[in-house]
């Protein structure tokens, strides 16, 4: 019998080896997989369950199978998969069978298992960078000054501090191995453009007026010159050979057997014209000999190291991303024991452990309070500015910062369990499942490759054997002449030139753009999901007015009550009223008596008035009356998603202020323009529903969802991409991290927190969504200019190659002179450039 499966998570050949692979290993199957269609064809011996054939493709990696059937109608759909646990699913984290093995390789898509590497010379399989096995993670004590006189200065050894004299405190950091990948590539890099910049120099000299290089350096040292510096260009790119040399071993042809093969060809050509001239015909002489392709070489290698560089730098992000997460959690804690109190490491802590938490520190392990109170910042998680009330009972969350009060707390969960692991986690895993997208290099490999080999060997031949004298000279140059035109100059300029200028252009606008992919998938998105504290509003409180309720009193007086009041206050609420008065230019005075309520508000004597600032509770302690009317007014100032406090003198209520998170002034018009391109905008926020649906209806979206934890946003992410939405995520928070990291595109504020910007691809640093609409434009203005470049790349193959394989020499006696194939080269390449060129004038 026979059917047809949907296979979803395949991104290379490798993949598509890998699950045909999987599927062929099961006992009664035969099975062939297209990797452009997505599909797999099953000849079966007996009945297979999709279960049976789901287990077998997630042992290679996360690769979801779906039955294709025929329905009553004819037409064809998908069941829907197999449920699938989490234990099931495939890490591609460093197995624990080699993670022994540091220093060695081994290939992230996993295609021969757990094999190892000696060296990063790409998988034989999938053509992908190999990545390097990390050692252990260590820790080590250091001493630091609790004063903070050298600010985060630490010491290696105890002592006392040499500014203030105290004595040192230790803590112990965890110690991250550094990956040296993209350090060495880039110091590669430095040194193949060193090299290339005077060959190319010297080979072009006859382009510049005059020719002064010619009255320098003679022709003939010229060339040895462009040899010797070659060589340092062919020593950092020796990987770029033996990975060509592996693809064709393997037989898993992919863009290094293209760029192999071409400077392969145009070095071997330029050593015998070089040191051999007297086997070639005079129809490839010129005026100063033999034309040679050092610069030819020299540029493609170069050009490719450039793209490895750019691929190590974004696989490297993820690291940061993570490493910017472990700064967050603290590395000790204050454990409370029937002998007092001591200072143990995180990794001491165990559940069930009673643990102080002092004002200003960072909650160390998920627990609940069993004695105090405090305000807690919570941002990192909600998103949210507002620090919230915490009391006994009440659950809090490791990473999180205390405020103004001393708690004791229960450890509930610890190690990976607390929810600021299970981010770290969560970041790491969903940037590790997109592989790098080279669906195109393949498909060119595929069939350019084996097509120009198959040309040159048909063209040794037939000038073998019907050329005229010398049959073999003349064989062998234009066997040779059909690899050099086809050597890859151009295509190497296509892509890389179109990015860096449009990532250039990008930056002139506030949008930065970090790899080749994101600018690809921006010009597809057609959902848009979004944070609301910090992305499309501001991020912190404002006072959006004061209202008084009695004539004594009008807004200015109830302002410089309270932002006197404030003045003495820590509370992050208090900000909004100093700020307020400032920009008023009101002159605060000194509060005596203050009195800090947590959880309730404030009070103090200002001007020998005893003022309160606080919620409805404050008032009941006070014994204030609230009229009917005042209630109805500031029910409805809350159920939009206001704050709203209480202004009272003794015990009379004089007014209220109205406190709420700004809705940035670009964003209405960011979301209309990206709507109107039909992207559906989603709101996702940890903000309460109230909060959610007020700025939802002023800013025209639809669809929102509220009090959302961040794996809300990764599985709303998760489902809309299982539907086949390509999705973006806007978000600043380190709560937006694992949402930023899983989106197709991550799209950070450049006003947001470090962990949010390296989880993303792109960031917009004028903090808001008006860069959304034009970063998509440039998507587009660059894919179609990448399309174009391609066009002239190829465009002098099409032609080139038949006329270096000497079509026309039967007709018009014309033989293609590698120096005008060189020619052909260096148009197809200044046509590439200058097209690319054209992106500086887009106008976003």
């Known amino acids: 019998m026979k059917k047809e499966y949907k296979v979803s998570g395949m991104t290379c050949n490798g993949c598509r080896t890998s699950v045909e692979n999987a599927l062929n290993e099961i006992h009664g199957i035969k099975a062939i997989v297209n990797l452009e269609n997505e599909q797999a064809s099953l000849d079966m011996h007996h009945e297979v369950s999709t279960h049976t054939l789901q287990m077998a493709l997630l042992k290679k990696g996360n690769y979801i199978l779906q039955e294709i059937v025929t329905n009553k109608n004819g037409e064809q759909e998908l069941l829907s998969p197999i449920e699938i646990k989490e234990e099931d699913k495939h890490q591609t984290e460093v197995p624990n069978s080699i993670k022994e093995h540091a220093g060695k390789y081994f290939c992230p898509m996993l295609c021969e298992g757990d094999k190892i590497y000696d060296s990063n010379v790409g998988c034989p399989v999938c053509g992908m960078n190999l990545e390097q096995i990390p050692p252990a993670k260590t820790y080590e004590t250091v001493y630091y000054c609790p004063m903070l006189c050298e600010g985060d200065k630490t010491y290696d050894e105890p002592g006392s501090c040499p500014v203030c004299g105290m004595d040192l405190i230790a803590k112990t950091i ?63 790119t020796w990987t770029f050979f033996k990975r060509a040399w592996v693809s064709f071993k393997t037989w898993n042809l992919n863009m290094f057997s293209l760029i192999g093969l071409g400077a392969s060809a145009g070095f071997i050509f330029s050593l015998a014209a070089l040191f051999f001239p007297s086997i070639f015909p005079d129809d490839f002489r010129g005026e100063h000999g033999i034309h040679l392709y050092f610069e030819s070489v020299a540029v493609i290698l170069t050009l490719v190291m450039l793209g490895q ?355 940035k002034e670009s964003s209405k018009k960011a979301i209309k323009t990206l709507m109107d391109k039909g992207i559906d905008v989603v709101m996702i926020t940890g903000d309460n529903a109230n909060t959610a649906e007020a700025v939802a209806k002023q800013l025209g979206i639809k669809h929102f969802i509220a009090s959302a934890l961040p794996q809300d946003k990764l599985q709303e992410i998760k489902k809309l991409q299982e539907q086949g939405k390509i999705v973006a995520m806007a978000g600043d928070g380190i709560n937006d991290a694992p949402a930023l990291a899983q989106a197709d595109i991550g799209i950070s504020m450049g006003t947001g927190t470090d962990v949010a910007i390296e989880s993303s691809e792109i960031t917009l640093l004028k903090g808001d969504l008006a860069g959304i609409p034009k970063a998509i434009q440039l998507s587009h203005s660059v894919m179609k200019n990448i399309k174009e470049n391609l066009f002239f790349a190829f465009v002098y193959n099409v032609i080139g190659i038949p006329i270096a394989a000497g079509v026309l020499f039967p007709f018009f006696g014309i033989v293609l002179s590698p120096m005008i194939a060189a020619a052909a080269m260096s148009f197809s390449s200044v046509s590439v450039i200058a097209n690319s060129l054209r992106l500086k004038n887009l106008k976003l």
Not at 209 to 214: A, E, K, L, M, V
Not at 634 to 661: C, H, P, R
């Open 174 to 236: 965890s110690v991250e191995p550094e990956d040296t990948t993209y350090k060495d590539m880039l110091n590669k890099l430095k040194i193949a453009i060193a090299f290339t910049i005077p060959i190319f120099i010297l080979s072009m000299g006859e382009m510049i007026p005059s020719n002064p290089i010619s009255h320098w350096i003679s022709p003939n040292i010229s060339n040895y010159l462009q040899l010797l510096l070659s060589i340092p260009v062919l020593y950092v």
């Open 309 to 663: 560089v750019m691929e190590a730098k974004a696989h490297s992000r993820t690291n940061t991303a993570i490493r910017e997460l472990l700064k967050l959690s603290p590395t000790e804690a204050t454990l409370v024991t029937d002998n007092g109190e001591e200072r143990i490491s995180i990794e001491a802590i165990v559940k069930g452990n009673i643990l102080r938490v002092k004002p200003g520190e960072k909650i160390p392990v998920d627990g609940s309070i069993i004695d105090g109170e405090s305000s807690i910042d919570e941002s990192m998680i909600t998103g949210e500015p507002i620090p919230v009330t915490k009391r006994k009972d009440d659950k809090v969350v490791s990473g999180t910062i205390n405020g103004n009060h001393s708690f004791l707390m229960i450890a509930e969960k610890v190690g990976d369990e607390t929810l600021l692991s299970q981010i770290i986690e969560m970041v790491n895993q969903a940037s590790r499942s997109r592989a790098p997208i080279q669906k195109l290099a393949d498909k060119v490999a595929k069939y350019f490759v084996p097509t120009v080999i198959i040309v040159s060997i048909i063209t040794f031949f037939a000038w073998r054997i019907m050329g005229p004298d010398p049959k073999l000279v003349y064989a062998f140059v234009n066997a040779l002449a059909v690899l050099i035109i086809a050597c890859p100059c151009a295509l190497g300029l296509a892509t890389p030139m179109s990015i860096m200028v449009g990532i250039g252009k990008g930056a002139q606008n506030g949008i930065l753009i970090k790899d080749a992919t994101s600018l690809e998938t921006a010009n597809k998105i057609n959902v848009l999901i979004t944070d609301k504290t910090g992305t499309l509003t501001e991020g912190k409180p404002s006072i959006e007015k004061i209202i008084s309720k009695v004539e004594n009193y009008n807004s200015s007086d109830l302002l410089y009550l309270t932002a006197s009041l404030n003045n003495s206050s820590e509370h992050p609420l208090a900000q909004p009223f100093i700020t307020k008065s400032k920009e008023d230019k009101i002159i605060l005075t000194d509060v005596k008596m203050f009195i800090n309520q947590t959880g309730k508000g404030i009070q103090g004597v200002v001007n020998k008035k005893k003022i309160s600032l606080g919620n409805i509770a404050l008032m009941k302690d006070i014994g204030a009356t609230i009229s009917n009317e005042l209630t109805q007014e500031v029910t409805l100032e809350q159920k939009q998603g206001k704050t709203v406090s209480y202004i009272a003198e003794g015990n009379t209520v004089l007014g209220y202020v109205v406190l709420f998170d700004r809705i």
